[in-house]
């Protein structure tokens, strides 16, 4: 269920109405162009991470300036981005069950899709859906280069899991999925690079094992905003799936930049809040709690007020503590930066597009609760 907006284009921000997800569009349209730009003579692809955005629109803004596609980590959340016109899309993850397969396999006939595994029994499985459907799945095996969640372990069992999908009739081997996770908020810049080191060695092992065996293994795919200048300057990854530098968020602010190649990225991405009470001095409370923002990477950050502290958050509200010199009162509206940006994009229907303090536009975040 798509709910009313909380604003209407041609809007004032400051009669739009809260707790709602606002995009300024200056600054997001300079990040859009900062990443491609940053990767000017090199030769390596960009496929944004759409789990980051969840719209076809920004998608399309992407592809526009020279992404192949989009990643997707749901089989639903893809069919968000065909349903929107999106016609190359990566879910850089598994799939595994029934339903979630038919549903792979029958979207495989509309684009461009190719999915990930780091199991035996599910490339069976694989292999049997795309021959039930009538379809050739291109698979990737996702190696596990540190971020040690999803992946097969990197070298001969990584090369195995290759071979087997090489095997299946109805399954066309890919090329590997790489990609370092937990790198990309480890704040310094060394540490980050030594990291995405240690997955390009695990790569170029992977490779040489199935070169070995006979199988090419060109197209490789990874990193993040936080460290996909080293990817690209390995001459292993060719491919690039930066997702958050659409929006950046507090979290990534965290991050030490200096000197890693990688252009600073502007927040553009707030919640719009107002105050709701301010009964006591030094505090205040927004309408923008755990339903409006995601806190698992930290609280948000207010926006524009160095002295300003959001505090804590419940259900519906947030505590924000400042200094005797800051004065607010109950229908001040202010933005918060998300910790988080993916998840808190997920708790909205819409983007309110903004320019010069005034809506623009509307866009729909089309894959919202895209779970399955």
């Known amino acids: 269920m798509s709910f009313r907006p909380a604003a209407a284009v041609g809007m004032s921000l400051a ?52 992404a192949v596609g989009v990643c997707c980590q749901k089989v639903s959340e893809a069919e968000a981005m065909v349903d929107g016109g999106i016609r190359d899309v990566l879910i850089a993850n ?5 339903a979630k397969l038919k549903s792979l396999t029958a979207l495989a ?18 292999d049997v859906a795309a021959r039930a459907a009538g379809v050739t799945l291109e698979v990737l095996v996702e190696v596990d280069v540190g971020a ?10 990584a ?23 937990a790198a990309q908020h480890v704040r310094k810049v060394a540490e980050r690079r030594e990291a995405i ?31 996909y200048m080293f990817e690209a300057a390995s001459s292993v990854y060719n491919e690039l799936q930066a997702g958050s530098y659409v929006f950046m968020d507090a979290d990534y602010a965290r991050n030490d930049w200096t000197e890693s190649g990688i252009p600073q990225f502007e927040h553009s991405l707030f919640v719009w809040t107002t105050v709701m009470s301010a009964t006591m001095p030094g505090r205040a409370v927004v309408d923008a709690g755990l339903k409006a923002s995601s806190v698992d990477s930290g609280m948000p950050r207010v926006a524009d007020y160095a002295d300003i502290e959001y505090l804590k958050a419940s259900d519906e509200h947030g505590v ?30 819409w983007y309110v597009c903004v320019r010069n303090g005034r809506v623009e536009a509307l866009w729909p975040i089309t894959a919202r609760g895209a779970v399955l």
């Open 15 to 66: 009669e739009v109405d809260t707790p709602c997800l606002i995009l300024e569009l200056d600054a997001f349209e300079r990040n859009l162009r900062r990443l491609p730009d940053s990767l000017a003579g090199r030769n390596i692809q960009l496929r944004p991470h759409a789990k980051s955005h969840k719209s076809p629109d920004i998608a399309q803004r992407q592809i526009a300036l020279g």
């Open 94 to 98: 598994e799939v595994v069950g029934a």
């Open 109 to 126: 006939k509309r684009a461009t899709i190719k999915v990930c595994a780091d199991d035996a029994g599910n490339v069976h499985d694989l």
């Open 148 to 157: 040690h969640r999803c992946g097969v372990a990197p070298g001969a069992p």
């Open 159 to 181: 090369a195995t899991l290759g071979g087997a999908i090489a095997a299946c009739r109805n399954l066309c081997f890919a090329g590997l999925q790489a990609y370092q996770g």
């Open 197 to 227: 080191a240690r997955a390009v060695d695990d790569v170029r092992l992977t490779q040489r094992l199935l070169r070995e065996a006979g199988i090419n293994c060109d197209y490789v795919t990874g990193a993040g905003t936080g460290s």
């Open 320 to 349: 924000l503590q400042f200094n005797g010199d800051t004065r607010l009162k109950v229908g001040d509206k202010l933005k918060l930066i998300p910790g988080h940006c993916d998840p808190t994009v997920n708790l909205y229907d």
